[in-house]
Structures are given as C-alpha cells and as structure tokens.
C-alpha cells in the first residue's frame, strides 16, 4: 500500500468511486480510495436500482437530469453497459391532495427540461397491464426515469478510475484523521499510515464516525431499510419502477437483466449498525406488493437483505467543503436517492475539489444548513 497520496476518498460506494473517477478525469494525480470492506458493500449494492428525475426541488431536479444524461452515455465513457434502461417511474395516486402535490412537481420538473406528466388511471394501465387500479384516481409518469444494475456500475466506474491512476484498496479501513493546526497531515488506516492532505469523506452511514474523530459535527444517522427479490417472472410485466404512497411508500420494479422484482417499502429501524433482516418486513413488503399487483401473491420471493438510508434531518445529502479543516470535504447522508445522484454528485464534487467553484447547486446540499438551522423541503422519498 502507497504511504502517501495527494488525496484519499474514504468509502468505496458508489459515490467514493464516481468522485474519484471525475477527480482522474479532470487530471488530478495520485489519489487512493479506501474501503474498509470490498467495493459496493455498504448501501450500494443493497440498493433498489431506480433511477428518477421526479423530485419536488430545482436542485434534486437538476442534478438528477445532468445523473440520466451522464447514465446514457455511461456504457460509452466507462465502456461497459450497467443495464441503464429508460423504462420510467409511475407514481399512483390515490385523492386530491396527492395529485394536487404531484401536479406541482410536474410544473417543475417540466420548467427544467423533465418531460413527465400526470396520467389517467387508463394510461397508468397501458404502461403495466397486470396493475390493481382499485381506488387509483391518476398517476405521475416520467418515461426518461430508470434504473441500473449497481455491481455493474460500481465495477465501471472502479475499474475506469483505476485505469486513469486511482488506487484502491479494499479491506482498508480508515481508523483516524491525525490533523495539524486546523490542516490534515495524515489518514490512519488499519493498514498504515497515508501522509495527505486531502481528505473526501464518502462514508455516508458511517461518515459520522470518521467526522467525530476531528471535531466535525453534520447530522448523519443510519437508519435499516430493507429490500426484496422475488424469483424471475416473464420479461417485461413490470418495466417502470411502480409507487404507492398510499400503500407506505412501496417501489418495485422487474430487473432489466434477470426478471425478477425487486423493491421494499418505507419501514425503517433506528438509528441503528444493524441491518438483520426482518420478518416484519417480509410480510409488509409481501402484502403491499400485492395490493399494488395481485398477481405476485403467487411468486416465490427469493432474497431479502438490510442496508442504510443514511439520513440527514431533510433527507438531503451533505455535499460540500467544510471550513474549519482546510481540504476536508464531504459527500455523504443520500437517503434512498444517493445511487441516482452519484454520477452528477462525482462530477460536482471534482469541480469543486478542482476548480473551488461548480456550476451545479452545491448550494442546496451545504452541510452547514442543519447548523443554522435551514432545513431543506423534505425530498421526495420512497421505502
Ligand atoms: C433498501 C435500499 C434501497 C435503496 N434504493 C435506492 C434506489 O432505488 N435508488 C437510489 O438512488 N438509491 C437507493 N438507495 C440508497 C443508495 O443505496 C445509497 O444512497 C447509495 O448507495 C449511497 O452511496 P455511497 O457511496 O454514498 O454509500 P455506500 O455505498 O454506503 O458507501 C460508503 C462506503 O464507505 C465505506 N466505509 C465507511 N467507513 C469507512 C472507513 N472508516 N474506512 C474505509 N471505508 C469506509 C463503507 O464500507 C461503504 O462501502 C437504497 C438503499 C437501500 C438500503
């Protein structure tokens, strides 16, 4: 292992890896990735896939958008399909009130260049056949929304980096940041030591962790959320990702490669280290599920796994400088929306680190909001 790096990103998820690749990208030299486990095995690979552009806010909008514009092209630029399909996201709404809400999202959306719109129950149907539109009253529709495979998006972009000098090392976990009046001198690892003096805090449920360690303080919790897979069913039954807000925010939809369905919905534990699976949320996901689509009552479910939303108090990541150690950044607190965003959110973060300066609305993510107490509008969120 190197024992010196200009910059070190702690956390090999898949915004520690897209930041490093965007930092390679814009001609930073020797930068180390440290992983305390094997790549993608915090919440990225417990992820549900989707991909949306259908939030409530200019900035998640917008850097959404610029997320599926760098999503079509990455099979191009990194050179391997991570299976991003268009197949949309349908939200079913259920009274006035929600589709009062969505409408007004819809206006937005569509102000930044996000071609969804509200839909009748009928249209709702045509786009999934086998749906219950029982008490459905219209939908929210987006056809550019989507979804990836995330073991494949993190192998592009770990591999693409590695091939313009970035290392990584897995099952390297940074243990301290040693500091020297108000600069970071070293990153202590249970490997060794790395003299830097950058350090990027990508660690999202355990960012906190590493923040205690030099006196930072950004509320960042882990909370369990969960997901399922049931066995493959016929290609093509359930190509958007499907949601409810009315059955507690349940999503699901069939994987573009292997068919299954995959998805969860909103029980959460926490704060909480433990991601055990749970009998609860078998059976809530089961029964939802079915509610939405009565036909999966009669399909095995195959796989059910724990991971972390890791949240902040608006449910929006912190993105940004921090001012009282010089070069220390962070990028951490995505909720269930941080593998969307990561492709914009690497491109963001190596402008910043690059240039001090990005054209992207860092702004909305600054992790010093919470300080003064400037909650964001919640983000819309799903499971
Ligand atoms: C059930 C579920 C469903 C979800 N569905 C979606 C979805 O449909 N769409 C979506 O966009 N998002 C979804 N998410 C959220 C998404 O998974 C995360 O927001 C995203 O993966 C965050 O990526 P990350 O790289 O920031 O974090 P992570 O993938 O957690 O990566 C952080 C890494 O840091 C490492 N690390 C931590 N501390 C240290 C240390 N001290 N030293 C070295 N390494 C360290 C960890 O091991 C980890 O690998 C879902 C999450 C869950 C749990």
Known sequence: MRNEAKTVIIGGGIVGLSIAYNLAKLGEEDIIVLEKNYLGSGSTFRCGTGIRQQFGDEAN?????RSVEIWKNLEEELGVDVNFRQTGYLFLLYNEKEVKDFKKNVELQNKFGVPSRIITPEEAREIVPSLNMEG????????????????????AYANAAKKLGVKIYEYTMAKDIKLENGSIKEVVTDRGVIKTRRVINAANGWAKLLNEKIGVNIPIEPYKHQGIKTEPIKQGQIEPMVVSFKHDGVYMTQEADQGGVIGGYALKYGPTFDITPTYEFLRGVSYRFSQIIP????????????????????????IGKIKEIDDYYIAAGFSGHGFMLSPAVGEMMAELVVNGKTDKPIWFYDPYRFARGELRGKAIQMG
């Open 295 to 318: 036909a999966l009552k009669y399909v095995n479910v195959i796989r059910i796994w724990g991971g972390y939303y890791a949240e902040t108090p608006d449910g929006n990541a912190a």
């Open 61 to 65: 909008i917008r850097m959404m958008k």
């Open 136 to 155: 459905v009253i219209a939908a929210a529709w987006n056809h550019t929304d989507g979804k990836a495979n995330p073991f494949k998006a993190v192998f």
